[in-house]
């Protein structure tokens, strides 16, 4: 069974940084595009960045750009998210997922794990 394992979460003040990882269980997923998503409490699920399978290409939502940053390293088929200058803004289940590219749906999803920042 496919699998995608985030981690790295935690509770930290306004201002502190984190980094995410999420893991998957198949090398297959080297050549997935990655992304990862948040949702809030009586929020809906939002995208915040992703990466195409080379790392070449990167997208962001308008709300992380130039605090947070995805990158990759497919020979650990890993994926992070560096979150620096957290805002309590940003408090929210954080969810990895992988599709066949940038321009297809995201259909593998991780558990998602719990960021939280305080002011």
């Known amino acids: 069974q496919v699998q995608l394992v985030e981690s790295g979460g935690g509770l930290v003040q306004a201002g502190a940084s984190l980094r995410l990882s999420c893991v998957a269980s198949?090398?297959?997923?080297?050549?997935?595009?990655m992304g990862w998503f948040r949702q809030a409490p009586g929020k809906e699920r939002e995208f915040v960045a992703a990466?195409?399978?080379?790392?070449?290409?990167?997208s962001y939502a308008d709300s992380v750009k130039g605090r947070f940053r995805i990158s990759r390293d497919n020979s650990k088929i890993t994926t992070y998210l560096q979150m620096n200058s957290l805002k309590p803004e940003d408090t929210a289940v954080y969810y990895c997922?992988?599709?066949?590219?940038?321009?297809?749906?995201?259909?593998?999803w991780g558990q998602g794990t719990q960021v939280t920042v305080s002011s």
């Open positions: 990466i195409s399978w080379s790392g070449g290409g990167t």
């Open positions: 198949e090398r297959t997923f080297s050549r997935y595009a």
């Open positions: 997922a992988a599709a066949i590219s940038l321009q297809r749906p995201f259909d593998y």
